[in-house]
């Protein structure tokens, strides 16, 4: 089924344009998530797993309270801390002078992710220009493809480059070998049925290899 996150190409009406400052509570989760990335602790890719997987009560939660709700899990998940310890300091919260215990994580957590460095990538199967289709699949857990482009042909604009697969890492596996990601580029009105404007309008999107086949 289409995941609850997954809302691109949905009617929303009219996009608010406006800025607003980010709360202190926000900056301060935002500083927390790219620590736990810079130290190897936890992926973008699991938070994004994580974040998906609160289900119907994603649109409960503004943007940064999903981010706080996946950090917590991923945190509880790597041994970084404990859902007791959690709930005590959510019960009684620390001041910000005092330092909440510090526990080292498990040594397999502590191990690097895989990079695109470390990756090994097999040759590309497509080259620019070559018509491609998206496969319509419905696989469960973290994909990296939106729901509107499945199914359609279109067309390899460039290669990206070979890259640990996403979908593997949001579970903490290496995502090797690496995976091509391509560049595809869509006619907007093969994707909606009865687009009205420009025929010539186009959608570029990056997909992962072993999301398409040769149309």
């Not at 709700?69 to 998940?77: E, H, K, N, R």
């Not at 640990?164 to 596996?173: C, G, I, S, T």
């Not at 580029?185 to 404007?197: C, I, K, N, Q, T």
Request: a neutral charge; one cysteine or more; hydrophobic letters at 35%.
């Amino acid at each position: 089924m289409r995941s609850v996150h997954d809302v691109g190409g949905l009617d929303f009406g009219a996009v608010p344009l406006e800025d607003h400052e980010m709360e202190t509570w926000e900056r301060r989760s935002n500083a927390v998530a790219n620590a736990l990335r810079q130290k190897n602790l936890a992926t973008l890719d699991e938070q994004r797993r994580h974040v998906e997987a609160l289900g119907d009560g994603y649109h409960k939660y503004r943007y940064f309270e999903r981010h706080v709700l996946a950090w917590a899990q991923i945190a509880i998940d790597r041994g970084l801390l404990t859902s007791a310890e959690l709930g005590r300091m959510l019960a009684d919260p620390p001041d910000q002078q005092s330092a909440a215990p510090r526990r080292r994580a498990p040594a397999s957590s502590a191990k690097p992710d895989a990079s695109p460095r470390d990756a090994a990538p097999a040759p590309a199967r497509f080259n620019p220009g070559d018509r491609v289709r998206v496969l319509k699949s419905e696989p469960p857990g973290h994909v990296r493809t939106p729901w509107y482009c499945r199914g359609h042909v279109g067309v390899i604009e460039r290669i990206c480059g070979a890259f640990p697969n996403p979908e593997e890492l949001a579970y903490r596996r290496p995502g090797l070998p690496a995976t091509t990601l391509y560049r595809v580029r869509f006619r907007s009105r093969d994707l909606w049925a009865g687009y009205g404007e420009s025929p010539a309008d186009t959608v570029d999107i990056e997909i992962y290899e072993h999301w398409l086949e040769g149309a």
